[in-house]
Nanobody
Framework: QVQLVESGGGSVQAGGSLRLSCAASGTTLSGHYITWFRQAPGKEREAVALMHYGGTYTYYTESAKGRFTISQDNAKNTVYLQMNMLKPEDTAMYYC???????????????WGQGTQVTVSS
């Protein structure tokens, strides 16, 4: 079992930055695929960035390319999402999720955190 806890959300102005953390417990994340999702009110949950923990593979959706960076800290069993040049449309609840097979779809993940809110004002 993997337990995930997100933190680092908050309120920022457009153009600002935030770093989200996804701390895991219960087992190592090594070998898992970790994806950051987000969900805005009234919208479907969408993938933002994916990585293969312990490896080098990363993937970013168009909304994140050039602005967001996903990274890992093996010593802390933690995944980060550095978000720069934030826009009001980035406002959402952000979740991290883990699975043994990569997917950009929420149904592909069986381990989820509780989410952390990001609000970007114009």
């Amino acid at each position: 079992q993997v337990q995930l806890v997100e933190s680092g959300g908050g309120s920022v102005q457009a153009g600002g930055s935030l770093r989200l953390s996804c701390a895991a417990s219960g087992t190592t994340l090594s070998g898992h695929y970790i994806t950051w999702f987000r969900q805005a009110p009234g919208k479907e949950r969408e993938a933002v960035a994916l990585m293969h923990y312990g490896g080098t593979y990363t993937y970013y959706t168009e909304s994140a390319k050039g602005r967001f960076t996903i990274s890992q800290d093996n010593a802390k069993n933690t995944v980060y999402l550095q978000m720069n040049m934030l826009k009001p449309e980035d406002t959402a609840m952000y979740y991290c999720a883990a699975a043994e097979v990569p997917s950009l779809l929420p149904r592909g993940y069986n381990y989820w955190g509780q989410g952390t809110q990001v609000t970007v004002s114009s």
